[in-house]
Every structure is written in structure tokens, then in C-alpha cells.
């Protein structure tokens, strides 16, 4: 039960930068017990694909930050950050049917690839969420908003990546927190759009 929290919060964060939550569990997996993956991700670990994510997360920081840049490359992002998300959600599920004391016939070790799909859906409706409020932001604020909204996003797929493996019941309340944020800020928006003078 535990991993597929942590899926879920790695997965989320992926949606808001695919690298990171990567980075992290193959970090983790490398350097420290926190986390022992399976041969089939072993990959992760593997210090060419490690520097690979290191020079793309520098990418991906600095263009997420340009106005109108930001848009094109949430466009590009449309495919990697989901199949991040599912791989870093199938990755640490299938990292908890390493541990003996797991009963070998749980539903998601017979059904591997539900990790896949459920990543790669969590990721996807995260980065739809980002990728159409970004414009709007450039756009209301002049581009000066980019910087500063990027930076938060980091900030926050870094967190929830390191609170998803350590902390996988308060990684689940974050993510309740943010959506519960997210759906009271777009009924006020519906609210004040309803009320405006036409």
C-alpha cells in the first residue's frame, strides 16, 4: 500500500518536471538503502543515464523559466513527463515486492503494469493542469510571472519526490491539500467571472 503512495506522489511530481522524480529514485537507489529497485529498473542507477537526467533537468530548468519558451517546451513535455510518471510509479512498486515480508500474491505484483497506467495518468493530468495555467500566467503578468511560478514548481516536484519516498502519508496529504487549493481557487474564479459586468 505503501509504494503505490509513493508512486502516486513521485508521479505527481513528475507532472511537474519529469526529471527530478527520476533523479531522485535513481539517486536513491544508487548512493542509499532507502530504496532497492529491481533488476528490470536498474536502468535508473545506471550513472550514464543518471548524467543523462542531470543534463536535461539543467534544460529543462532554464527554458521553463523564458515566457512563451516555457509553453513550447510544456508541448514537448506532453510525452515525457507522463511516461516519467509511470515509470517512476512502476519502478517503486515493483521496488516493494523486493522486500520478503510483502505477501508474494498482492493484486498489483500479479497486475505490473497498473503501475505503468496509473503513473502515467497522475503525471498526464498534473502536467495538463500546468501546461494551460502557464499562458495565462505569462500572459497576465507580462512574462515576468514564468520565473517565479517555475521555480515554485521545482521547489514543489522536489519536495513531494523526497516527502513521496520517506513520507508517503504526507505526500498523499500534500497532494489532497493542493487539489482541495486547486478546486476552492477555480470556484472563486467561476464565481467572480459569474458576477463580472458583461
Known amino acids: 500500500m505503501l509504494a503505490t503512495l509513493t508512486g502516486l506522489g513521485l508521479s505527481t511530481a513528475a507532472g511537474l518536471n519529469a526529471y527530478?522524480?527520476?533523479l531522485v529514485v535513481g539517486l536513491l537507489a544508487r548512493f542509499t538503502d532507502v530504496l532497492r529497485l529491481p533488476a528490470e529498473f536498474g536502468w535508473l542507477t545506471n550513472g550514464w543515464v543518471l548524467a543523462g537526467l542531470g543534463v536535461l533537468l539543467a534544460a529543462e530548468v532554464v527554458l521553463d523559466k523564458i515566457p512563451a519558451v516555457d509553453t513550447v517546451n510544456d508541448a514537448v513535455q506532453t510525452l515525457?513527463?507522463?511516461?516519467?510518471?509511470?515509470?517512476?510509479?512502476?519502478?517503486?512498486?515493483?521496488?516493494e515486492r523486493l522486500d520478503e515480508r510483502i505477501a508474494a500474491s498482492s493484486f498489483?505484483?500479479?497486475?505490473?503494469?497498473?503501475?505503468?497506467?496509473?503513473?502515467?495518468?497522475?503525471a498526464l493530468a498534473v502536467h495538463a493542469v500546468k501546461a494551460s495555467a502557464r499562458p495565462l500566467i505569462d500572459g497576465?503578468?507580462?512574462?515576468?510571472?514564468?520565473?517565479?511560478?517555475?521555480?515554485?514548481?521545482?521547489?514543489?516536484?522536489?519536495?513531494?519526490?523526497?516527502?513521496?519516498?520517506?513520507?508517503?502519508?504526507?505526500?498523499?496529504?500534500?497532494?489532497?491539500?493542493?487539489?482541495?487549493?486547486?478546486v476552492r481557487l477555480l470556484r472563486r474564479r467561476r464565481r467572480v467571472s459569474g458576477s463580472a459586468p458583461t
Not at 515525457?80 to 521496488?95: E, L, S
Not at 498489483?108 to 497522475?122: D, K, P, R
Not at 519536495?159 to 513520507?167: C, F, P, R, T, Y
Open 80 to 95: 515525457v513527463r507522463p511516461a516519467a510518471g509511470g515509470a517512476v510509479f512502476a519502478a517503486t512498486d515493483a521496488a
Open 20 to 22: 527530478i522524480p527520476m
Open 140 to 182: 497576465g503578468t507580462f512574462g515576468l510571472g514564468a520565473p517565479v511560478v517555475s521555480t515554485s514548481e521545482d521547489t514543489a516536484s522536489l519536495g513531494m519526490s523526497l516527502l513521496a519516498v520517506v513520507a508517503p502519508l504526507l505526500a498523499l496529504l500534500s497532494i489532497l491539500a493542493a487539489v482541495g487549493a486547486a
Open 108 to 122: 498489483m505484483q500479479e497486475h505490473g503494469w497498473i503501475g505503468w497506467v496509473l503513473g502515467i495518468a497522475v
